[in-house]
């Protein structure tokens, strides 16, 4: 096997010009590791903060960028029994996914589901296991609670729309235009909401009957904080994982008191690969089957060559996918 490999370097922090192809070592496995022979690469809101500066890679992780690949099997490292070399995964990673070759704790990988290209599998597993971390353990999301989820055409929103919906919660999302509304309607969502054109809280209200919402996921947070709060329902439990409106807000604190809500958030890529490994447990067991039936399904937006990876964040800074953005090898 050759020890060079096609990857992409974050040149300097800026636009998405600084993302250069180049030629760099294949990494070596480690113990618990599998080394994987990428085929597609998603494309995610913390690539891009990365690549600006804001988000840097955790201490011993690859700095190339890319969480979430698919791809065969290569070698496997010491200690290493559930995988082997010829099998085809999906999995979670701390970075490098931008990349031909890419390492990953074996505990990360998940088998493509039945019925899946290799691109359709690489869209998965950021999204996934933050959503299964987010909603149903911090947020614990039950049957016949009312979900709402900002951002509802992205990757993250795509995601929490059908998995809401698959385990018996009623759906509420924003986004902003009515082709985004239809499109976030046709995944499930049973109110779907142009912020643009309408006041998100009052049709809460409205739709709700005054009662809220019991979980909300959000990752704009910034002006959107203070109607948060007040789509609440009592013992609401709003979920934040991300601040693409900032991160500093203004907001009367009263209805946290008053409605008793619990207020939380939580990154993923830092976290212990123990942790990783239990969500990524839950997903075989709860989620994977529910793909295979075609109940929850991957929806792809646009697709590139690695090599192209600077026009796929442009793109993804547009904000006019609706879907997941991928990267081929």
């Not at 950021?126 to 959503?131: D, L, R, S």
């Amino acid at each position: 096997m050759t020890t060079l490999m096609t990857a992409i370097e974050i040149s300097k922090f800026g636009d998405s010009n600084v993302l250069k192809p180049r030629q760099m070592p294949i990494p070596r496995v480690r113990d618990g590791e599998v080394l994987i022979r990428v085929k597609a690469a998603g494309v995610n809101r913390p690539d891009i903060m990365q690549r600006m500066g804001l988000y840097p890679a955790p201490a011993g992780a690859s700095e190339i960028p890319g969480l979430e690949i698919s791809g065969e099997i290569r070698a496997v490292g010491k200690g290493v029994t559930e995988w082997a070399e010829g099998d085809e995964v999906c999995a979670l990673v701390t970075g490098g996914g931008y990349a031909e070759y890419c390492v990953a704790p074996a505990v990360q990988c998940l088998p493509i589901p039945k019925g899946l290209s290799m691109e359709e599998a690489a869209s998965l597993p950021e999204t996934f296991f933050t959503v299964w971390s987010n909603v149903f353990d911090r947020g614990a999301l039950k049957k016949g609670e009312i979900f709402m989820v900002h951002g509802g055409s992205s990757g993250i929103g795509v995601a929490a729309i059908q998995m809401a919906k698959a385990f018996g919660a009623t759906v509420i999302t924003t986004s902003g235009s009515d082709e985004k509304v239809d499109f976030c309607r046709e995944l499930g969502a049973d109110l779907s909401i142009n912020y643009r054109t309408q006041d998100f809280a009052e049709e809460v209200k409205i739709f709700t009957g005054g009662k809220g919402v019991d979980v909300l996921l959000d990752m704009i947070a910034g002006d959107y904080m203070k109607r948060n709060f007040t789509v609440m329902a009592t013992e609401g439990r709003i979920v934040m994982i991300g601040v693409q409106r900032g991160p500093k807000i203004t907001a009367n604190i009263l209805p946290i008191m008053l409605k008793r809500l619990t207020f939380t958030g939580s990154t993923l890529r830092g976290r212990e690969i123990e942790f990783k490994a239990e969500i990524a447990k839950n997903l075989k067991e709860k989620v994977w089957p529910l793909i295979e039936k075609g109940e929850i399904k991957p929806v792809i937006s646009r697709e590139y060559f690695l090599k192209e990876a600077a026009a796929a964040h442009r793109f993804l800074e547009s904000g006019n996918n609706m879907g997941k953005i991928i990267l081929k090898t």
